[in-house]
């Protein structure tokens, strides 16, 4: 399956401002997750909204999900320089057994 | 809880040697295991999803006989790169799926794998 596609691939703001990434993908979906990994390091689990949500929200994070347009964005507000980090979107699709395609990424740096 | 460990983080072998890398699940018991390969600056590629007791599913385009991988328990997976070459340098990435729960991953810390 093809990789979606994330923008900005770069991203770079100062502390208390908010960051929006957008991520849009190819086939339909179970669920969409994000996830933030930094530099060398694995991946953390951020947020997972199901194909039959719009929105949720949690502390900072903000998720969208346009189903009919097949995208989806992660806005952090008020970030802080612990934010710096690079951000994936990955879906599940439907009868995908559970195999998440990951999104291209969205560097973010938060500049004190 | 849901810690999943990887062992080695980091891995410098010759060309033509073979590495192997685990993948613990250490508080949950995990039916299924995916690994994945990272360029730098690249994202995730799914390499092949392991199940417990059986045969690996390999992607497409990823060498089952090259990347052989081993899920002998509800808590390990292994996955040996055989006859390395610098091309195979790249960033490993495993997670778990904890039994009964369809819709979660936990990832490990990742092993960085160069091949000299």
């Known amino acids: 399956s093809q990789q979606g596609e994330e923008d900005p691939q770069a991203l770079s703001i100062q502390e208390g401002e908010n960051a929006t990434m957008n991520c849009s993908y190819k086939t339909s979906i179970n669920n969409l997750q994000w996830y933030r990994q930094n530099s060398g390091r694995g991946l953390v689990h951020l947020i997972l909204i199901r194909s039959n949500e719009r929105e949720k929200h949690s502390g900072r994070l903000r998720v969208t999900l346009d189903t009919s347009k097949k995208s989806s964005s992660l806005l952090i507000t008020a970030s802080r320089a612990a934010d710096t980090a690079s951000y994936f979107c990955a879906t599940d699709g439907r009868g995908g057994g559970n195999k998440l395609t990951f999104g291209t990424g969205t560097q973010l740096k938060v500049e004190l | 809880g849901a810690v999943v460990s990887q062992h080695p983080s980091r891995v410098i072998c010759k060309s033509g040697t073979s590495v192997k890398i685990e993948c613990r699940s250490l508080?949950?018991?995990?039916?299924?295991m995916f690994w994945y390969r990272q360029f730098p600056k690249q994202s995730l590629m799914l390499m092949a999803t392991s199940n417990e007791g059986s045969k690996a599913t390999y992607e497409q385009g990823v060498e089952k006989d090259k990347f052989l991988i081993n899920h002998a328990s509800l808590t390990l997976s292994t996955l040996t790169v055989t006859s390395a070459h610098p091309e195979d340098s790249s960033f490993y990435i495993c997670?778990?799926?904890?039994?009964?729960?369809?819709?979660?991953?936990?990832f490990g810390p990742g092993t960085r794998l160069t091949v000299t």
């Open positions: 508080d949950f018991q995990a039916t299924t």
């Open positions: 997670s778990a799926r904890p039994r009964g729960l369809y819709n979660e991953q936990y």
